[in-house]
């Protein structure tokens, strides 16, 4: 169980969310789904009820084991192997290494004393890996790793060896398994899971959906995965951007979205009220003024209708969306970027050899290829962040590439929003760095926050951001939509739409695919290339 206190979060100076009391609280059985516009500090609030930071006041109540799924997980080790960090979740790694270590021992020691030491130290340990469900462990933990579209062969890899949506999955699995009902798991964790959905494909999700469902201990999830959502949850904490409040609804996802809409209606009848009557007091004034012994009633109408219209410009905020328009981009020659032969391995394992491809200019291409055939790597390597084993890039007549990354790499995240658009864009004037800014709705203090403290959607729109300022003609798009709220992921689909320069797009995001309307594909981990069809939306979401 979780309870928070008299929360208040901040990012920066700007204050987020204050709860007053113990209004945030879960405990098992409360699936929660929490929502509100990107920005409104869900990701915050969630590595708050984590543990992994701390509130600007008020306090948190641990009870039980958490689970916690972070927007962009960021492994420690990274040469450890996938099953042992998936096994790492109730210790069982480290315990099966101690067994190793002592059968060694009994096997080769020679004094008596020392041997039954180790006997009884392999007993103690022993005991211990068989209650936390040693023996049937591997195998549950490759049951749930397969159910997310990881096969075994990705378990016996390091994490260095695998894509940043393999790693995620693992982080996923080791989270699920110390919470599974197997012999030693523990169903009354309350697991924190940001955007949990990311990466996995059309079964995967399937299968996540009805182990959340079943699942006994406490539920908050973060997701724009409106189906999760409706068949998931059944109470909703909504995070209001302008407020800075948590709204409580102890009810279902589609009776929230009757509630929301309803309330909607109700607050859109009261504005144009005020509206109304903002305008008849400015009228009225207006016929005042003109006599002088009428004047100071005149101006305190005037400015009770200037108090009426700026209350109702605080409320227009929650109807603020990003500007999203990707750059005019820089002319070039016929084929700004060329790529022969290019094959990529990590160790002995071989990702994608031999592949070509001719990127035209103002061309529109998809890369796809299930989970692990090195549809990122690629993009990395063309963009000039990764270098392949063999093959080579070649830029033509005025190439300039914008990458954006689906980890969100390409921002420092130790520094500021205003020095991250500066270091995309230096020779560009400070004002139209702000007004950009101001486009994708980063004003005020908030040019000061670090980028790392800036949620998923936030971060991506900083990265969009960057893009727009870049006059680059090739883009390079690797999961653009992800993390971003329902009106933000319209605005980036626009984009694509009008955008005249070249695109290579990886997504997991069918709506992303149409509005780019490509004319290539390209399949991973062969390099085959086709035409693309409208049969291939339906791999993107199994891929």
Same mark, same amino acid.
């Given at each position: 169980?979780?309870?928070?206190?008299?929360?208040?979060?901040?990012?920066?100076?700007?204050?987020?969310?204050?709860?007053?009391?113990?209004?945030?609280?879960?405990?098992?059985?409360?699936?929660?789904?929490?929502?509100?516009?990107?920005?409104?500090?869900?990701?915050?609030?969630?590595?708050?009820?984590?543990?992994?930071?701390?509130?600007?006041?008020?306090?948190?109540?641990?009870?039980?084991?958490?689970?916690?799924?972070?927007?962009?997980?960021?492994?420690?080790?990274?040469?450890?192997?996938?099953?042992?960090?998936?096994?790492?979740?109730?210790?069982?790694?480290?315990?099966?290494?101690?067994?190793?270590?002592?059968?060694?021992?009994?096997?080769?020691?020679?004094?008596?004393?020392?041997?039954?030491?180790?006997?009884?130290?392999?007993?103690?340990?022993?005991?211990?890996?068989?209650?936390?469900? &040693?023996?049937?462990?591997?195998?549950?933990?490759?049951?749930?790793?397969?159910?997310?579209?990881?096969?075994?062969?990705?378990?016996?890899?390091?994490?260095?060896?695998?894509?940043?949506?393999?790693?995620?999955?693992?982080?996923?699995?080791?989270?699920?398994?110390?919470?599974?009902?197997?012999?030693?798991?523990?169903?009354?964790?309350?697991?924190?899971?940001?955007?949990?959905?990311?990466?996995?494909?059309?079964?995967?999700?399937?299968?996540?959906?009805?182990?959340?469902?079943?699942?006994?201990?406490?539920?908050?999830?973060?997701?724009?995965?409106?189906?999760?959502?409706?068949?998931?949850?059944?109470?909703?904490?909504?995070?209001?951007?302008?407020?800075?409040?948590?709204?409580?609804?102890?009810?279902?996802?589609?009776?929230?979205?009757?509630?929301?809409?309803?309330?909607?209606?109700?607050?859109?009848?009261?504005?144009?009220?005020?509206?109304?009557?903002?305008?008849?007091?400015?009228?009225?004034?207006?016929?005042?003024?003109?006599?002088?012994?009428?004047?100071?009633?005149?101006?305190?109408?005037?400015?009770?209708?200037?108090?009426?219209?700026?209350?109702?410009?605080?409320?227009?905020?929650?109807?603020?969306?990003?500007?999203?328009?990707?750059?005019?981009?820089?002319?070039?020659?016929?084929?700004?970027?060329?790529?022969?032969?290019?094959?990529?391995?990590?160790?002995?394992?071989?990702?994608?050899?031999?592949?070509?491809?001719?990127?035209?200019?103002?061309?529109?291409?998809?890369?796809? &290829?299930?989970?692990?055939?090195?549809?990122?790597?690629?993009?990395?390597?063309?963009?000039?962040?990764?270098?392949?084993?063999?093959?080579?890039?070649?830029?033509?007549?005025?190439?300039?590439?914008?990458?954006?990354?689906?980890?969100?790499?390409?921002?420092?995240?130790?520094?500021?929003?205003?020095?991250?658009?500066?270091?995309?864009?230096?020779?560009?004037?400070?004002?139209?760095?702000?007004?950009?800014? &101001?486009?994708?709705?980063?004003?005020?203090?908030?040019?000061?926050?670090?980028?790392?403290?800036l949620s998923g959607g936030e971060k991506t729109r900083l990265a969009l951001a960057g893009l727009v300022s870049s006059a680059a003609n090739v883009l390079l798009l690797d999961?653009?939509?992800?993390?971003?709220?329902?009106?933000?992921?319209?605005?980036?689909?626009?984009?694509?739409?009008?955008?005249?320069?070249?695109?290579?797009?990886?997504?997991?995001?069918?709506?992303?695919?149409?509005?780019?309307?490509?004319?290539?594909?390209?399949?991973?981990?062969?390099?085959?290339?086709?035409?693309?069809?409208?049969?291939?939306?339906?791999?993107?979401?199994?891929?």
């Amino acid at each position: 169980m979780i309870t928070a206190t008299d929360l208040e979060v901040r990012a920066g100076v700007r204050t987020l969310l204050t709860a007053p009391g113990p209004a945030l609280r879960v405990q098992g059985g409360d699936r929660i789904g929490l929502v509100g516009r990107n920005g409104a500090g869900k990701t915050t609030t969630l590595r708050i009820l984590a543990g992994e930071s701390d509130p600007y006041a008020g306090s948190i109540i641990r009870s039980g084991d958490v689970g916690y799924l972070p927007q962009d997980p960021r492994e420690g080790d990274l040469d450890v192997l996938a099953k042992d960090r998936v096994l790492s979740a109730r210790g069982l790694d480290t315990l099966i290494k101690q067994l190793e270590k002592q059968q060694l021992l009994m096997a080769e020691v020679v004094d008596e004393a020392e041997r039954d030491r180790a006997v009884t130290k392999y007993g103690q340990l022993e005991e211990r890996f068989s209650s936390l469900g &040693g023996y049937v462990a591997e195998s549950e933990a490759a049951r749930i790793c397969n159910s997310l579209g990881l096969p075994d062969r990705v378990l016996a890899q390091s994490l260095r060896t695998l894509s940043g949506g393999q790693r995620r999955r693992i982080e996923l699995a080791r989270i699920l398994f110390a919470a599974s009902d197997g012999s030693g798991g523990r169903s009354e964790t309350t697991l924190l899971l940001d955007e949990p959905t990311n990466h996995l494909d059309a079964d995967s999700i399937t299968w996540l959906r009805g182990f959340l469902q079943s699942h006994d201990g406490g539920l908050i999830v973060i997701s724009h995965d409106v189906e999760l959502l409706a068949d998931v949850v059944n109470r909703v904490w909504f995070l209001d951007a302008v407020r800075g409040e948590a709204d409580v609804y102890n009810m279902g996802w589609q009776k929230y979205l009757d509630a929301r809409s309803t309330d909607e209606q109700r607050r859109r009848r009261e504005r144009a009220n005020a509206e109304k009557k903002a305008g008849a007091l400015k009228m009225q004034a207006a016929k005042l003024g003109a006599k002088a012994t009428k004047a100071v009633a005149a101006q305190n109408m005037v400015k009770r209708a200037e108090k009426m219209m700026a209350e109702l410009d605080a409320v227009r905020v929650s109807d603020k969306v990003a500007h999203i328009r990707f750059p005019e981009p820089a002319s070039c020659g016929k084929t700004p970027l060329m790529a022969e032969n290019l094959t990529k391995m990590y160790g002995s394992l071989e990702i994608f050899t031999g592949v070509d491809l001719a990127i035209d200019r103002g061309s529109r291409v998809v890369v796809l &290829g299930l989970n692990g055939a090195g549809k990122t790597t690629l993009l990395r390597i063309l963009a000039g962040v990764e270098t392949p084993e063999a093959g080579s890039i070649v830029p033509g007549h005025g190439l300039k590439i914008g990458y954006f990354a689906q980890e969100h790499d390409t921002l420092d995240d130790h520094a500021s929003v205003w020095d991250n658009i500066r270091h995309a864009a230096p020779d560009a004037g400070e004002q139209d760095l702000r007004s950009l800014l &101001g486009a994708f709705m980063f004003t005020g203090p908030q040019l000061e926050q670090p980028a790392g403290t800036l949620s998923g959607g936030e971060k991506t729109r900083l990265a969009l951001a960057g893009l727009v300022s870049s006059a680059a003609n090739v883009l390079l798009l690797d999961e653009p939509t992800n993390n971003l709220d329902p009106i933000s992921r319209e605005q980036v689909l626009d984009a694509l739409r009008s955008y005249k320069g070249a695109v290579v797009l990886v997504t997991h995001d069918p709506g992303a695919a149409d509005a780019l309307s490509p004319e290539r594909v390209i399949l991973l981990p062969d390099g085959t290339e086709d035409h693309w069809s409208a049969d291939y939306l339906e791999l993107i979401q199994l891929a």
